[in-house]
């Protein structure tokens, strides 16, 4: 199917939201607050102008459902949510992107199958620290009791939070059933790094999110007077742990993956005295799961390396833990046709971010669209992308989008497992 989106009105509803939600700081769309809420609504009055059907469901996501000649579904659609002060593209163009094509769809009249667009509710995570909130849901990967009790900086509880937008965690499990018809699911994003631009492209096809490996990593030494201890005789944990970090991204490069050790807090913290305990955060990701768990095995034995060098101990606790998640390949190679057509290059990486795609991969063919970011900033004021590659992003969008809608009309895209 071709579709002829307008770049055009989907950059004007982008610059529209962020003039409502927007500002000097940033944008203000933070999930479960009047602000999110308010642009929700800007979401409804333009998805009213089209003949589809809204609803919230029980997870929170807001679906338009524009019906076609047969019950298959494509779904497309990313989340309007934002961090605290954030840009005015990350998420949201995903939205007011999937928007334009299903303008562009209905303006066509009916397409030989469904297709629903979908604003996922949480996928940030920012006020409560849960990711991935409405599309984990669908996919069945979050339970009530592991979100029920987490509270905000300000002490409410997310329970109490989200049952006033009408989602109740004892029955959100039920929005699963929306994807009984669903055969892909497509999302265009920004990149959030600098990959695309460094190569000056324009636009680019996702491979798959990154697995991750997050750790806390405790070396324990000897606490000690810092002017009075030789330093032979030392058991200095801090020492250890800045072995253990230079070990970890050793192996990051190795194996063309990433590691980052984003904390260290040292015991008892004052310049006086050797630290006595160090505990560090240690985050890996790659897209490949046998060189995911290299990269941990090595980063295990590098770490007794470095407590034995400085005669400390170390122990490990996950924090969390995700395989990585590939993309469909049919869904895949339209995307980098429809990339090659509109820009004339074709180029595919890998997520580093997770995105809601992440869990829908796990239950339908599923592949994202990248345009780039400007110096690879995102979850800030200063996101941003060239309007020239935003447009070519919407039209290679909806190219995959137009393939997609062909694969499922002839029954080339089935379900994965059942949710």
């Not at 509270?151 to 994807?179: I, N």
Request: a negative charge; charged letters at 25%; hydrophobic letters at 45%.
């Amino acid at each position: 199917m071709e579709i002829a989106a307008s770049p055009d009105r989907a950059i004007a509803d982008l610059r529209a939201l962020a003039d409502l939600t927007g500002g000097p700081g940033g944008a203000r769309r933070l999930c479960w607050t009047p602000e999110w809420d308010n642009a929700r609504g800007f979401l409804r009055e333009r998805i009213g102008e089209l003949p589809v059907s809204v609803d919230v469901d029980e997870a929170g996501n807001l679906w338009a459902r524009l019906e076609g000649a047969r019950p298959e579904t494509v779904v497309i659609g990313s989340h309007i949510d934002s961090v605290p002060d954030g840009g005015w593209l990350d998420g949201a163009l995903g939205v007011l992107g999937a928007l334009e094509v299903l303008r562009t769809v209905a303006e066509a009249g009916t397409p030989p199958c469904t297709v629903s667009l979908i604003d996922f509710a949480d996928e940030e995570g920012a006020r409560f620290g849960r990711s991935l909130f409405g599309s984990s849901w669908l996919s069945g990967s979050i339970k009530p009791d592991d979100v029920r009790d987490l509270r905000d900086a300000a002490g409410d509880r997310l329970a109490d939070v989200v049952g006033e937008y009408g989602v109740d965690l004892d029955q959100a499990h039920l929005a699963g059933s929306r994807l009984a018809d669903v055969r892909a699911y497509l999302e265009l994003h920004i990149e959030q790094g600098p990959v695309l631009e460094a190569a000056g492209l324009a636009v680019g096809t996702v491979l798959g999110t990154f697995g991750v490996e997050r750790h806390r990593v405790v070396f324990t030494g000897q606490a000690a007077h810092s002017g009075s201890t030789p330093m032979p005789v030392r058991r200095d944990s801090f020492l250890a742990a800045s072995r253990f970090a230079l070990a970890a991204r050793d192996g990051a490069v190795r194996h063309n993956g990433v590691a980052t050790v984003g904390s260290a807090e040292c015991i008892p913290g004052v310049a006086t005295v050797i630290p006595g305990v160090t505990t560090v955060l240690l985050d890996q990701r790659h897209l490949d799961a046998g060189e995911l768990a290299a990269m941990l095995a090595e980063a295990k034995a590098g770490a007794d390396e470095a407590a034995a060098a400085e005669k400390c101990t170390v122990a490990w606790e996950r924090i969390w833990q995700i395989e990585p998640i590939p993309f469909d390949p049919a869904l895949i190679a339209a995307a980098r046709a429809a990339c090659q057509a509109v820009s004339g290059t074709d180029h595919a990486l890998p997520s580093g971010p997770l995105h809601d795609a992440a869990e829908m991969a796990r239950l339908v063919p599923t592949v994202m669209l990248f345009s780039s970011s400007t110096n690879g900033i995102s979850h800030a004021k200063e996101e941003d992308t060239p309007i020239e590659h935003l447009e070519l992003a919407i039209r290679a969008y909806a190219q995959t989008v137009g393939h997609a809608i062909d694969l499922v009309a002839a029954g080339e895209l089935r379900k994965g497992r059942e949710p």
